[in-house]
């Protein structure tokens, strides 16, 4: 149910997409980069700690 | 305790992890709701029509844009000072957030501009600010990319960083040095507590403030949280090749 937003619609909505599309995405990014990096510092001290023993 | 305890990288992580999904989470309701309440709840403005409900996104990303811009600043100066590893790697960490903030609002600011102005875009004092602003962040995340060696890149940027700090000062206060341009002045003035909107939208509109400084907040952590893995990690492959 989107309020009547007379003549201004289309400037409203496009102001709201791509305002949440910037911010999904640099939280999805961050959140991605995140657990990726961590998936491989684990992996390199596992190597690490295989190539200590 | 000391506050520089936190720029052990241990400690910083041990500190932050548990902190992220309650702050993220924090910020997530303040925008679902301050958005949804701006949008849906409030009414048209007499002159601007609905495209008053803009504001609950630019006014919040302007003032994001600068913050994180300062955020990093301080964050350089204790990186030039004290050469505290996780203070440079913070700052690293906050520029593309500062960056997303200052596009949303140049997108919304030129979106709101064209009906209520007559333009997308005007060469005014605060508008042209925020510009430099903008390019600064490019150039800093660029910066950070170009230069191999972290310490050498860190000094460069924190340098930029002061540079850039002058467009971040006048970014907000262009309006108040230059009496000219099309650009109102703020809406929410802190120092002097002279509101110049209703109250129906400025409650939604703080929702929203406190919704993208927590959202912020949150992102820094993350992201300072995964430069200084990617530090450990260069520096353990390195320690093995060795």
Redesign the interface.
């Known amino acids: ?1 989107i ?7 289309a ?2 909505m ?3 997409g ?2 949440i599309l ?2 999904v ?3 999805a ?3 991605r ?2 657990r990726k ?2 998936t ?2 684990a992996d ?2 596992t ?2 700690d295989r ?1 200590n023993v | 305790m000391s506050i520089w305890e936190y720029a052990n990288p241990k400690k910083f992580i041990a500190t932050t992890t548990p902190l992220v999904p309650w702050v993220l989470g924090v910020a997530i309701a303040c925008l679902v709701v301050g958005l949804f309440w701006g949008f849906f709840l409030t009414p048209d403005d007499f002159r601007q029509g609905s495209t008053v409900k803009i504001i609950y996104l630019h006014v919040p990303a302007a003032l994001m844009a600068i913050n994180a811009w300062f955020m990093m600043l301080l964050a350089s100066l204790v990186w030039l000072v004290r050469r505290h590893h996780v203070s440079a790697l913070a700052a690293r960490a906050a520029a593309p957030v500062g960056i997303v903030m200052t596009l949303i609002a140049l997108i919304t600011g030129a979106i709101w501009g064209q009906p209520m102005w007559g333009t997308w875009w005007a060469w005014d004092p605060r508008l042209t600010s925020f510009l430099i602003l903008f390019l600064f962040y490019l150039g800093y995340i660029a910066l950070w990319e170009a230069i191999e060696d972290p310490d050498t890149a860190a000094d460069l940027t924190s340098v930029l960083c002061i540079v850039g700090s002058v467009f971040a000062v006048l970014s907000r206060y262009a309006v108040n040095f230059w009496n000219q341009g099309l650009h109102q002045g703020t809406s929410v003035p802190v120092a002097t507590g002279e509101r110049t909107i209703s109250d129906v939208f400025f409650v939604p509109l703080v929702i929203c403030m406190v919704g993208f400084g927590l959202l912020f907040l949150a992102l820094v952590m993350v992201r300072t949280q995964t430069e200084i893995r990617v530090r450990r990690m260069r520096a353990l492959e390195m320690r093995m090749r060795s």
């Not at chain 1, 309020?3 to 619609?9: F, Q, S, V």
Request: glycine share 8%.
């Open positions: 149910m309020p009547d937003l007379g003549n201004y619609a400037e409203v496009a102001a709201y791509l305002s910037l911010l995405g640099i939280v990014v961050s959140l980069r995140g990096v961590r491989q510092l390199v001290e190597r690490r190539a």
